[in-house]
T-cell receptor
Framework: EAQVTQNPRYLITVTGKKLTVTCSQN?????MSWYRQDPGLGLRQIYY???????DKGDVPEGYKVSRKEKRNFPLILESPSPNQTSLYFC??????????????FGPGTRLTVL | AQSVAQPEDQVNVAEGNPLTVKCTYS??????LFWYVQYPNRGLQFLLK??????LVKGSYGFEAEFNKSQTSFHLKKPSALVSDSALYFC??????????FGTGTRLKVLA
């Protein structure tokens, strides 16, 4: 089954404790992206990757890192989480072959709470 | 700054009645436009998109959307609402780059 998976689905952590949220897709998509969803703010793009080893900042990249060493994986790293990063996070992927026209396939989401 | 506006936080409609969820955008050029739906505890699912051509776009589950370039709008519509349509709806815009801009979401509640 074609899908985007995220782990963990739920995470409660404390301020300053480094964490990684994994994202993997099995559709051989070139483009992957991370979003955070907050009430009243909708989805905001954190980082995106156009292909292996190619990443760029979205609208809210502060406090986050990403890497794209393999085509299928796009982990989101919070090196020193803070309470304002408490949010619902979504990973998404698209084939990436036609700039901006592709449908995005979303993962199930990761609910992160930083105490 | 580029933005997408969904002016209604919630839309209530009776089952069987037509529904409209509004979206306007402020993006330069000729962007691509999308609608996604989010059911509780699920990721977003694609409904439809406008790339070019006919201003009326048909999508999944009987939804359609009308692109209006002069009003920079892309309203989502359905002729007859179902209770199962109750969900959170997001309008999104791609300004022909690798970035996507989402609206704040509109919660649709269809009443039996």
């Amino acid at each position: 089954e074609a899908q985007v998976t995220q782990n963990p689905r739920y995470l409660i952590t404390v301020t300053g404790k480094k964490l990684t949220v994994t994202c993997s897709q099995n559709m051989n998509h070139e483009y992957m992206s991370w979003y955070r969803q907050d009430p009243g703010l909708g989805l905001r793009q954190i980082y995106y990757s156009m292909n292996v080893e190619v990443t760029d900042k979205g609208d809210v990249p502060e406090g986050y890192k990403v890497s794209r060493k393999e085509k299928r994986n796009f982990p989101l790293i919070l090196e020193s989480p803070s309470p304002n990063q408490t949010s619902l996070y979504f990973c998404a992927s698209t084939p990436g072959q036609t700039l901006g026209t592709d449908t995005q396939y979303f993962g199930p989401g990761t609910r992160l709470t930083v105490l | 700054a580029q933005s997408v506006a969904q002016p209604e936080d919630q839309v209530n409609v009776a089952e069987g009645n037509p529904l409209t969820v509004k979206c306007t955008y402020s993006v330069s050029g000729n962007p691509y436009l999308f609608w996604y739906v989010q059911y509780p505890n699920r990721g977003l699912q694609f409904l439809l998109k406008y790339i070019t051509g006919d201003n009326l776009v048909k999508g999944s589950y009987g939804f359609e959307a009308e692109f209006n370039k002069s009003q920079t709008s892309f309203h989502l519509k359905k002729p007859s609402a179902l209770v199962s349509d109750s969900a959170l709806y997001f309008c999104a815009v791609s300004p022909r780059t690798y970035k996507y801009i989402f609206g704040t979401g509109t919660r649709l509640k269809v009443l039996a």
